[in-house]
Each structure stands twice: as C-alpha cells, then as structure tokens.
C-alpha cells in the first residue's frame, strides 16, 4: 500500500513552531501551511490578496484546530516584507521558519516579453525571497536567537535552465545560489537555510499559466516523469516539515529533488532507450557482441 500522500508525522512535531509562508494562501504553500498548522505549528499565511488569506485562515484554523494569521504581503516591497515580520512577532512573539514560497510564472519565447515583464518575475521570485530572507535573517542575528530556519521552493530548471520561462529560470537559480552561499555564512548564527526543488505537482496557479487550454491534454507530463505520474501536495508538505523539523538539524544548503526523476529522465545520454521493447535486446546484444570477436 502507498503512503506517499498521508501525513508522515503523526503527532505535533511543529508544535510552538511560529512558521511565515509566503504565497502560502493557494497551491503548495497552502499544502505546507496547513500540515504545520496540522503539525501544532502557528501560521502565518501571506501574499497580495488579504481576501483570499482570510477566508483560507478561517477555514484552515476550522480544519486543524491551529492558530493561522493572514497578512498582506507583496515581496516585492522590502517595507511590506519587514511589517509582515512585526505583524508575525506582534501577534505571535518570535518566529522560528520562513518558507519563500511565493512565485510568478508564464510561458512566453524570450523575445515576445518587455522588460518589465521579465523585471516582474525576477522581482517576485529573487527579489522577494531576497527581501524576506534579509529581513528575517537580521532579525534573528540581531535578537541572538538560538535557531531558525528558512526553506526556499525553487525548482528543477534552477539546475538545467529551461527555454519559454527564462525569467523564472534565472530567478529561481539566484534563489539557489543564495540558499547555498548563506548556509555556510549563516550557520554560526543557528540558521540553516536548504531548497525544495518541485518537479510537476498540479496547482491551479502554475497549470493555467503554464499549460494554458488544451496544452494541459497535448503534453501530458506524467508521461515525462519516470514513475509516471504528477507529484501529490502532501508528499510536498511532508518533506517540508521535515526540513522546517529539529528531525533536519543537519541537513543544511541541500537542494532537496521531489520530482519522480523528470530532470535526470531529459539529461542521461541514453535514457531515450527506454523505447527499445524487451524483445529487442537479445537481438541488439547479439550484434554488439559480434563487434568483440
Ligand atoms: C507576456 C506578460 C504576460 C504573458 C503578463 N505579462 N503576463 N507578458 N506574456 N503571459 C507582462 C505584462 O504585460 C506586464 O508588462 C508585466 O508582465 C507585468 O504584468 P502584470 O499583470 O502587471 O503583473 P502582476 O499583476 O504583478 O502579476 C504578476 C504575474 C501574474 C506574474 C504576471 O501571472 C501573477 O500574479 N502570478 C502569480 C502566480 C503564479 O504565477 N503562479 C505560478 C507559479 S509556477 P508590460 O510591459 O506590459 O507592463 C512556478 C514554477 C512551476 O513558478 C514549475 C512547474 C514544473
Ligand atoms: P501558486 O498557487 O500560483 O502560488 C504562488 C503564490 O505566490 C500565490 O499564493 C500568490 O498569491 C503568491 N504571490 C504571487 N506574487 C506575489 C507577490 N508579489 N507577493 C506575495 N505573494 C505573491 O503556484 P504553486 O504551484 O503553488 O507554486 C508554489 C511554489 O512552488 C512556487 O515557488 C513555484 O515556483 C514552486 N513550484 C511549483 C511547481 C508546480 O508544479 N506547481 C513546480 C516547481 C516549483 P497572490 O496571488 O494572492 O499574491
């Protein structure tokens, strides 16, 4: 039987935790947000709609029992990331976790975007968690506090690169590059700093932007993946509470892949002879050992 898609901590593993997602109102960060809310940690959930954050708080502290705070916060706007930090330790007193979790996406040929198109990106996903993670991290190196812990969601094209989504390509590989350089200049502090890399895990937000109409039934991309199917949100909150977990304390400026082995699938120089039926091989073996004689 698959456990993939239930809890794997069963009790309060986050309890007294106080845990900031950013985007945490839709999507993945909302998968995250509630299993720590579920775990016993308190929430806070953020991003530009404070609508869509209230109703998700209220419907969330129904569902755990937690104690979930929404905040209006754009990433982008370092004033609006430091009153999101006084809003978490007014109500709640410290904070323990950030999750910059917060992305914009779409697919476009490079030369179809403006400037400002690619600078949105880029200032969403760099940006933002730059904001985040140096407002955060002050604040924890000023008050001496013993731990902390921040966990970036990038993504597998941080790595490769990927063509019709350079400007969250590029983001997403800063967002990397920052994660590994401040675990090793952070450490001294208490503060481990690790990744999530994501492979496909539907979410309304990436799909519509990425497989807009009927591309989602053209490309079907659990046909990419090597254990053939899309990743679950829970087997996502699972590892992040994990790393956001004391279970962690040495896993530190680790990328960590959760994608059913899609990247290495488009890399191995030979992984395209998968397409061979069993009943070839005897014949292909013949013939190369013909070649030794
Ligand atoms: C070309 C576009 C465009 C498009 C917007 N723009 N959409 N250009 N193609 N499809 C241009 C606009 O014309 C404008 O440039 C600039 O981008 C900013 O657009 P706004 O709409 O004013 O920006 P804003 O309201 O801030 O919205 C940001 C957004 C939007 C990124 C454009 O999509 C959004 O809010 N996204 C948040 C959620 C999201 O994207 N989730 C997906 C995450 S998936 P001009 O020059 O005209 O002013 C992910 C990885 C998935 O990150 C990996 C899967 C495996
Ligand atoms: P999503 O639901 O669209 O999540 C993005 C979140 O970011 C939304 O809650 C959005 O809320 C928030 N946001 C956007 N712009 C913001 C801003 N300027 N300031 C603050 N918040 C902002 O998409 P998702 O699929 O769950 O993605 C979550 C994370 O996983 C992202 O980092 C993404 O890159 C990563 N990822 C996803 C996949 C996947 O297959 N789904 C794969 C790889 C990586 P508002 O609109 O209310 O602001």
Same mark, same amino acid.
């Given at each position: ?9 069963? %009790? ?12 945490? *109102? ?10 720590? %809310? ?58 323990? *976790? ?12 490079t030369e179809r975007l403006s400037a400002h ?10 940006? *933002? ?37 350079v400007p969250s390509a590029t983001a997403k ?7 590994? %350089? ?14 999530? #890399? ?7 937000? #990436? ?22 199917r899309v990743g679950d949100h829970q087997e996502? #909150? ?7 977990? +004391?279970? %962690? ?9 959760? +994608? ?5 699938? *488009? ?27």
């Amino acid at each position: 039987m698959s456990k993939f898609n239930e809890p794997m901590f069963k %009790s309060q593993e986050l309890k007294d935790y106080v845990i900031v997602v950013t985007g945490g *109102g839709s999507g993945l960060g909302l998968a995250m947000s509630k299993y720590f %809310s579920q775990l016993g940690a308190k929430v806070v959930i953020s991003s530009r709609n404070i609508d869509k954050l209230k109703i998700v708080a209220s419907e969330m502290e129904t569902e755990t029992g937690g104690t979930v705070l929404p905040v209006k916060c754009d990433v982008r706007n370092y004033d609006e990331v430091e009153a999101m930090l006084q809003d978490t330790l007014k109500t709640f007193g410290k904070v323990d *976790g950030l999750v910059n979790n917060a992305a914009g996406n779409f697919i476009s040929p490079t030369e179809r975007l403006s400037a400002h198109a690619f600078d949105t990106i880029i200032d969403i996903v760099l940006k *933002g968690s730059k904001n985040c993670t140096l407002a955060f991290g002050k604040h924890w190196i000023q008050t001496k506090q013993e731990k902390a812990t921040i966990l970036n969601i990038v993504t597998t094209y941080a790595f490769t690169g990927s063509a019709y989504v350079v400007p969250s390509a590029t983001a997403k590989a800063g967002v990397l590059a920052m994660t590994r %350089s401040l675990a090793v200049e952070w450490a001294k502090y208490g503060i481990r700093t690790n990744a999530i #890399a994501p492979g496909p895990f539907p979410t309304k937000g #990436a799909w519509d932007r990425l497989l807009p109409g009927d591309l989602k039934d053209k490309f079907d991309i659990s046909k990419k993946v090597p254990l053939k199917r899309v990743g679950d949100h829970q087997e996502l #909150a699972n590892l992040a509470a994990y790393l956001m977990s +004391d279970y %962690s304390a040495y896993v530190n400026g680790e990328v960590i892949t959760i +994608d059913g082995g899609e990247w290495l699938q *488009g890399a191995g120089e030979f992984n395209m002879l998968e397409a061979i039926p069993k009943e070839l091989w005897d014949m292909l073996e013949t013939m190369i050992r013909s070649k030794n004689k």
